[in-house]
């Protein structure tokens, strides 16, 4: 599917030299997380040895991946920077907007009525600037870049925290923001600060009913939703080599759950394997030229606790399965203890649905181990006791799969197979009986279980387990079921055991597809007309912000001081808005609404100093707007953390706000704030927070003068006509101030090509 192979060539041509570098500046052996991070520095060699955790550094990623519902908002901006190409090989994958319910082929014609528009924009802006397109139903976005774009050694960034999944195949793969994408897409670099190392030694070999995802599992039940965050998870030992490609993605894609940067494996003869199996025998040959630099060094590996800076041992051999969940993926328990915990917490013991897939857990292998234990529930004459959903991850593994009977083994148990996508993954779930909101279980081999995820039901208790645990308790119906000790009971009235489940970990007869799903582009798009109806209220062509006119901001007026905490989330709300990722001026109907305002303790109820009355956020800002009046939105600590969305950023921006004044911000937004020409500026005295009155009026006082390491002033108009002026702190550079006076960083990398 066009991989690049001569891109792919060029990385290992030079990364004996770069490691080589890298390993005299550091002056020690190298990690392959090191490795991989020093070989792809935007100046191609480090002045330094980078402090992990502090320094922040430029890269230069291979690729770039986008999934449909972040894709829309990064195209419209890429749209804008003035490009008649994307500068790195760059794919779009169309997985999240497809809604499971019946079966795969009528879902995914709903999928193509209700949002054809938005397939059409994003194949057609592929089509224009050089992006490979993933039709709907071709697949997910993470298994399609695991069959055929990843590599040992690269890396990648996507737009999709899930990018990490590409760690399996020996990348560093990191998901970001759209913003982000866009800047590597236009040829800029992309920064990220160096992240710490933690080291997971695998010992022993996995067997019987203990799984890839068990070892996940078990890591974020050590480390907690949290524990990773900032680090890359760095896995190795023998217990690594021995486990397969596919089961090396699904730990690294739920090293998103513990909040790591991404996770990684050095290459090895299982992913040898996986390339020549998915058709990229020449990538397989490349790398078996350099492969001493795509792992760890040697010296790195046998003495983990100098090189890491925190180490976890795991001996495979004695790892049980687990069900992590409800609610959070870290909440560990291993099989034998279920009945016990479930007893104590009252979690519903009767499980009603078992789905199988998701970018997590679709690879053939998955499926065929799966299918080993539901063949057994025929073959025993066990009546399945939950429903079962398949996701498969791809076109490829669902032909292969349908092609050698697994999927007929499912259907026989009136498994539904639903489309290539992520379906229920994603909350794109029609279930049956959802809104019913009763109490209920049910067990998925994905790797988020948040409440509300699946299905909406704030009661669903789901579970995460590995697809043969997944297909045993679902076959099962209960929750508790052991199935190393417990035996049921067939129509017969005999009692049975299910056999240890057996599988391949690549099809005996080798992969097949009909049609893939993919679309290249054309190689000349110049001549691609994107048509965007003016009427859509799905999408919307952006109109680039206004370039500062040099004046201070003055007479501006309070629009919210949000109190507490102010996540992306409460900035821009997902949910049912996700329908207008692609439409600016839709989606900033949900500009702060969810911020609590500091005053009367309320959720979307600002006091508009217009009319005196209290309305909802954004309206009030659209008519100061209208009114040609500024305003600002003042917040607290860790202002737009969680998610990378640049919605948070590009709405208030939108709606005419001019400055963001907090006491700390979280780091990605801020950066997002800086790229879209917006002020973001902190507090110099935190107090200075409690001075902020409903109804100050704020004029800036030296923003001529914007220069790095230099506060601004701003002084405070108090209703009563007192006043008092503050300083306020900046983290701008020269580009990012440049980025403020063009109005937006796209403004700027627009400007520099015309
Ligand atoms: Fe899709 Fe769920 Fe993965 S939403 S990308 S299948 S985490």
Redesign the pocket.
Request: aromatic share 6%; with cysteine.
């Given at each position: 599917m066009a991989f690049d192979i001569d891109m792919i060539k060029k990385v290992y041509s030079q990364v004996a030299e770069r490691v080589t570098a890298a390993r005299e500046i550091t002056g020690k052996p190298l990690t392959l997380a090191e490795k991989i991070l020093y070989s792809h520095l935007w100046d191609g060699k480090a002045d330094k040895a980078f402090s992990r955790g502090k320094d922040y550094v430029d890269f230069a990623p291979d690729r770039i991946a986008c999934?449909d519902a972040t894709a829309q908002m990064a195209l419209l901006q890429f749209m804008q920077a003035g490009k008649v190409k994307v500068a790195v090989p760059t794919t779009v994958h169309c997985?999240?907007l497809i809604q499971a319910k019946v079966g795969a082929d009528k879902d995914l014609q709903t999928a193509l009525n209700t949002s054809n528009e938005v397939f059409n924009f994003l194949e057609s802006v592929s089509n224009k600037y050089g992006i490979g397109f993933w039709k709907p139903g071709a697949g997910?976005?993470?298994q399609v870049v695991l069959e055929n774009y990843a590599f040992p050694g690269g890396m990648m960034i996507g737009t999709?925290s899930?990018t990490v999944n590409a760690g399996g195949l020996g990348m560093v793969a990191i998901g970001v923001g759209g913003a982000d994408a866009v800047d590597v897409m236009a040829g800029m670099p992309w920064e990220l600060k160096f992240p710490k190392l933690i080291g997971v030694k695998l010992t022993g070999k996995l067997s019987g009913w203990t799984a890839p995802k068990d070892v996940i599992l078990k890591v974020a039940g050590i480390l907690t939703v949290k524990g990773g965050t900032g680090a890359i998870i760095e896995y190795f030992g023998p217990g690594a080599e021995a486990m397969s490609c596919t089961g090396k993605g699904t730990i690294c894609n739920m090293g998103a759950e513990v909040g790591a940067t991404t996770s990684t494996f050095g290459y090895d003869e299982s992913m040898e394997r996986y390339l020549r199996s998915t058709d990229r025998s020449d990538i397989a040959d490349a790398a078996n030229e350099v492969k001493e630099h795509l792992t760890g060094d040697p010296e790195v590996y046998a003495n983990p606790e100098q090189y890491f800076d925190q180490v976890i041992e795991i001996n495979l051999s004695e790892l049980l399965p687990h069900l992590n969940g409800p609610f959070t993926p870290d909440l560990a328990t291993p099989v034998g203890e279920m009945n016990k915990k479930a007893t104590e917490n009252d979690w519903p013991l009767k499980v009603e649905w078992g789905l199988i897939g998701?970018?997590?857990n679709s690879s053939y292998e998955d499926l065929s181990r799966a299918a080993s234990i539901a063949q057994q529930a025929i073959d025993k004459g066990l009546k399945t006791k939950a429903e079962f959903g398949i996701n498969p991850g791809s076109e490829q593994v669902r032909y292969t799969a349908e092609r050698d009977g697994l999927l007929d083994i499912f259907e026989k148990l009136d498994a539904k197979i639903f489309t290539n996508a992520?379906g229920p993954?994603?909350g794109q779930w029609a279930r049956e009986g959802a809104d019913k909101a009763e109490k209920n279980s049910i067990i998925h081999s994905?790797?988020?279980n948040f409440a509300k995820r699946a299905d909406g039901n704030p009661n669903t208790h789901a579970f995460v387990a590995s697809p043969e645990m997944v297909a045993a308790v679902a076959i099962s119906g209960r929750l508790d079921f052991n199935p190393l000790t417990d035996k049921l009971v067939n129509e017969n009235g005999e009692e049975v055991m299910l056999d240890e489940p057996t599988g391949w970990e690549l099809p005996p007869r080798g992969f097949d597809v009909e049609d893939a799903g993919y679309l290249a582009p054309e190689e000349d798009g110049s001549h691609v007309n994107v048509v965007v109806n003016p009427d859509s209220e799905r999408l919307e062509l952006l109109t680039p912000f206004a370039a500062w006119d040099g004046k201070n901001i003055t007479g501006a007026k309070l629009l919210i001081k949000a109190f507490g905490k102010c996540t992306t989330d409460h900035i821009s709300m997902a949910g049912p808005w996700l329908r207008y990722r692609g439409h600016l001026d839709n989606i900033s109907n949900n500009c702060l609404i969810g911020a609590v305002n500091a005053y009367n303790k309320k959720t979307n109820s600002v006091k508009s100093q217009i009319t005196g009355d209290y309305d909802a956020v954004p309206a009030t800002q659209r008519a100061y707007k209208a009114a040609g009046v500024p305003t600002i939105v003042v917040g607290d600590h860790n202002y737009g953390e969680g998610s990378s969305r640049e919605h948070a950023a590009m709405e208030p921006r939108h709606l005419g706000v001019r400055a963001v004044i907090v006491k700390s911000f979280a780091r990605i937004h801020e950066t997002n704030l800086k790229k879209q020409g917006m002020l973001g500026l902190t507090f110099a005295n935190e107090n200075d927070y409690d001075l902020i009155q409903e109804d100050d009026t704020f004029n800036f006082l030296d923003l001529d003068q914007f220069a790095p390491d230099r506060q601004l002033a701003l002084e405070i108009v108090h209703a009563d006509g007192t006043k008092d002026t503050i300083q306020l702190n900046h983290t701008y550079n020269d580009s990012q101030i440049e980025w403020f006076k063009e109005g937006s960083a796209l403004n700027l990398i627009k400007k520099q090509n015309s």
């Open positions: 999934q997985d999240h997910i976005i993470h999709d899930h998701s970018c997590t992520c993954c994603i994905f790797n988020r």
